[in-house]
């Protein structure tokens, strides 16, 4: 049972579009849902990170929306680049043992 | 600092054999996880560890084992090597419970 839906499995944008990630939980006892970036034949990495009780969050081009009553929320990435193709994974972290569930991944491609 | 190390980067496995994977973090995380990684599928939680001498099972711990000996070293050992177990594995450490987790390069492990 995948605790953390993810979507869309694939994005293609052209660079300057405005890619958006969503994600879906049911497990109220996450208490941190965090965004990582894959690049290909790398481990992944922490890109941003949002609270259930913040709304949005912006760190550079990257924004995470969240909607607390829907139990959803969603990464744009503005003015997206070449460089961002990457596989992103949203996670939420269960409080009591602090485990990540990963949603199953977005391949995102951006032509230049 | 070189972070989260794991070894060997690639592996052939015949059906049955065993084999370990090893996995160094120098940043003197309590914390340490292993996870695989299938296409279409995101990360999953095989072990993890809040310290040395400690271990606990994750989303899908059949098949493997895990030690903690020291702070830094993390092996993952599989038995009976299966068809099933061909996957990338990637090794995490974390401070604490952090939704901040460092990955390493990962190990590409094929079972023929």
């Known amino acids: 049972q995948q605790q953390v839906k993810q979507s869309p499995q694939s994005l293609i944008v052209q660079k300057g579009g405005i890619p958006i990630i969503n994600c879906a939980y049911e497990n109220t006892a996450f208490d941190y849902f965090p965004w990582y970036q894959q690049f290909p034949g790398k481990g992944p990495a922490l890109l941003i990170a949002i609270r259930p009780d913040v709304s949005e969050k912006k760190e550079g081009r990257f924004t995470i929306s969240f909607n607390k009553s829907a139990k959803q929320f969603s990464l744009h990435i503005m003015d997206s680049q070449p460089g961002d193709s990457a596989t992103y994974f949203c996670?939420?972290?269960?409080?009591?043992?602090?485990?990540?569930?990963f949603g199953r991944g977005t391949q995102l491609t951006v032509w230049p | 600092n070189a972070g989260v190390t794991q070894t060997p980067k690639f592996r052939i496995l015949k059906i049955g054999q065993s084999m370990t994977l090893q996995c160094t973090q120098d940043m003197n995380h309590n914390y340490m996880y292993w996870y695989r990684q299938d296409p279409g599928m995101g990360l999953k939680l095989i072990y993890y560890s809040v310290g040395a001498g400690i271990t606990d099972k994750g989303e899908v711990p059949n098949g493997y084992n895990v030690s903690r000996s020291t702070t830094e070293d993390f092996p993952l050992r599989l038995e009976l090597a299966a068809p099933s177990q061909t996957s990338v594995y990637f090794c995490?450490?974390?401070?604490?419970?952090?939704?901040?987790?460092?990955f390493g390069p990962g190990t590409r492990l094929t079972v023929t």
């Open positions: 996670a939420g972290r269960e409080s009591t043992l602090g485990r990540l569930y």
């Open positions: 995490a450490s974390g401070l604490g419970s952090s939704y901040e987790q460092y």
